[in-house]
DNA sequence: CTGAAAGCGCTTACAG
DNA sequence: CTGAAAGCGCTTACAG
């Protein structure tokens, strides 16, 4: 392995010097700065981030903590947080939490004492005063942890509406909505554009809490179609939800979309496979995961950052389970 | 920051003593050991792993080589490697390469340089040798890059029979066989494996090529259904096409199971949640990467592994896209 | 069984 | 503009 000292020795001059001169930190003459480039050209030197790192207290490891990877949501986001880091040079650490604030300390712990450079958290348990003194710059999706960390997330509540809307205007009298944990941050925000669209029309509703699961989705939905027939309409606040409800619809014998409509939140791959296809409102994740990234990066290199809350739109996406709109 | 320094003084010994008792090498008299043990718990120290990294050229990383976490067959694996990895204390770096050796080869350097302890690698355009010089330990998925190298892979041969068969048992007359991209080992396997099921039999079958994705297989499927109404059986080399065929089917005005069964490869959650649900040879994914997880640990601290090549057993999950077996 | 010392490969005041 | 030197926090021969 050739080092700082290979090179100083060969370009004539001290490490000090070539150190000033890689970091492009103090002053170095034009002919120092010559003869290092040679050296360094020459002896294919790289600088080895370790030792680096045991100086300055960084390195360029970025923390990505996130519930499970196996969400459907999440590999996307992980996606693009990792081709922005490499585009900075950053490299990403995985870290599923399973929501266990147990599990997010350590790893804040382990990797802090590995001079991480910062952290992108998705939670929902999240410790927040925990996080709020990890002392490390830090950016959150989908949650607000305090004032001084910058969010990102998209517009739920937005979203919600075009969601309800959608199934509004094409005709639904009787819509069910799939309410999201209670706990979840972005469960709430659709839940209220919910209620904001469907109480500015006449149409009657109802809600039920269901977790963003398959198979209970399914369950929740084949229940209450039994006890609803007049149900025309279901706005589920997530794809895997909408996924249950169409397949409790198929169970019910219900046709989709002529019997009942069906729109799903998040925008999933997975939606396109269904049939009918499923028309939902789709987040940009890519997109959170990208300004997450950057807006981090900023805050690691001490570049000022505009604002302290980014919110990504959110897109209707039209497909089988929606009919045409309604005159 | 409390130091080994800190530990050594507090204990009344030499940090030697305490780096020796704390890495389990060496002599320490029991009263030293008593000493420095009262003298951590007290400092509440903690060894600083960058710190001992540089003197090592060693860490707790693992890279995860794969192609793109977005696809539904790694999350699961990268959760597994992460699982097991946090069990045995180290950490992993995720690395999407999509498939281009270049970065591939970018991530090995960049993380060697970081004394990555290790890789665990996940794709069909490896550069081999490159792999084969990187002098780190490697384990393979689904690829042997050479010998010495520990592989870990499905059955995939085994795996193909059986889904074969299920068409065979079920009644199927004339099965059409999506294949798999060509350069895919996995996916030549499951080739070897139809064919050996199939001429076994007397039944008529057509083997058509098709990439690993949705739209694709769809488009393709439709086609072939058109020109080949007799065909009432399709095995799918992923789910992925699978899910393509059955909406083919749809489009088709073809009824699954009754008029045209499918069969898939992989056992991704999304195959439940189509209807019908999608009868499919299941990889257990999960285990693949826990067992590679820990292959590659045992190579890290030298221990002797058992063998070379680890498979992985597949398993047939019957949901709706078959009927029921004839008598 | 133990400690002084050198070394891992860098960065960074400091003096010049 | 530059270099000698101390230091980051550990590990590891080596001598005792």
Redesign the pocket.
Known sequence: ????????KKA????????????N?????????QAVTVAVEELK????P???S????KSNLIGLILPDITNPFFPELARAVEDVALTYGYTVVLCNSDEDPEKEKNYIETLKKKYIAGFIVTSNQLDAPHYANANVPIVALDRTINEKIPTVSSNNKEGAIMGTNALLERGCKHILFLRGPEKLNPANDRYEGFMEAIQRSNVRYQVVTCPFHFADSQKIVECILQENPLIDGIFASSDVSAAGALKAAGTAGKHVPDELQIVGFDGVAMGAMLSPGLTTVAQDVYKMGAVATRVLIKRIENKKIEQNFYEVPVKLVIRGTTRSVVE
């Open positions: 392995m050739t080092t700082i000292k290979d090179v100083a004539g001059v001290s490490v000090a010097t070539v150190s000033r001169f890689l970091n930190s103090g002053y170095v003459s034009t002919e120092a700065a030197y790289e600088l080895n370790i030792a680096r045991l100086n300055t207290k």
